[in-house]
């Protein structure tokens, strides 16, 4: 079964200081990886998109990295800000006719002044 | 990009009744979906919503409980009909649109956070 796994479920951090956020999938073959941002009761917001080429792409102080050969990625945030306190989720497209996209079940990330 | 406006954006629901949700996009779409999200969990898919047709449904999602409409390419509706408290969550509309050579980048609406009481 395909399955997008995160990690950790939750992280509380100090304003300022930098945090990485892993997902693990088992999709195979995968079309492209998302990072997405949710805040409490809105809708995601797209961060990064990758395919299985790319190994790292950057969003301001967001960086997404991709291992294709581990299915792993990571969300690596710099600097961190209060307005960064939200739900992070990666999210993974199969490579078949039938294209599903597999959500994982997010980290909640809290940033503390 | 997409700007996708979804009303209304929360609501209080008797138990038994029935709910519109409204999905209004900026531009023509090909691909609109309607996803529910319960808390603490993780976007699941409902349908997508098919214009000139009847919407595909994902397994455990069915018309009688979640019909949708799609008259055109910019909008179109969720019903969640006969609430119970177990409906009690954000329903999402999404759109795809080409972004770049990595693939379709997926908008997301603000959601519609309904509480059933």
């Known amino acids: 079964k395909n399955q997008v796994e995160q990690s950790p479920q939750s992280l509380i951090i100090l304003e300022g200081k930098n945090c990485t956020l892993q997902?693990?999938?088992?999709?195979?073959?995968?079309?492209?990886l998302r990072w997405y941002k949710q805040d409490t009761g809105r809708g995601p917001v797209s961060l990064t998109i990758?395919?299985?080429?790319?190994n790292t792409k950057s969003n301001g102080r967001y960086t997404a990295t991709l291992d294709a050969d581990t299915k792993q990625s990571s969300l690596h945030i710099t600097a961190s800000q209060l307005s960064d306190s939200a739900s992070y989720i990666c999210?993974?497209?199969?490579?078949?006719?039938?294209?599903?996209?597999?959500f994982g079940s997010g980290t909640r990330l809290s940033i503390r002044p | 990009s997409a700007v996708i406006s979804q009303k209304p954006s929360r609501d209080i629901c008797q138990r038994g009744t029935s709910l519109t949700i409204q999905c209004q996009v900026d531009s023509q779409v090909t691909m609109m979906f309607w996803y529910r999200q319960q808390p603490g969990q993780s976007l699941t898919l409902i349908a997508t919503?098919?214009?000139?047709?009847?919407?595909?449904?994902e397994s455990g999602f069915v018309i009688d409980k979640f019909p949708i409409s799609r008259p055109n390419l910019t909008f179109s509706t969720l019903t969640v009909s006969n609430m119970s408290p177990e409906d009690s969550s954000i329903y999402l509309c999404s759109v795809e649109d080409r972004q770049d050579s990595s693939g379709n980048t997926i908008y997301f609406g603000e959601g519609s956070w309904l509480t059933v009481v």
């Open positions: 990758m395919t299985f080429s790319e």
């Open positions: 919503a098919n214009q000139g047709s009847e919407a595909t449904y």
């Open positions: 997902c693990n999938y088992t999709v195979s073959p995968f079309s492209n």
């Open positions: 999210v993974v497209r199969d490579y078949s006719s039938a294209s599903k996209i597999i």
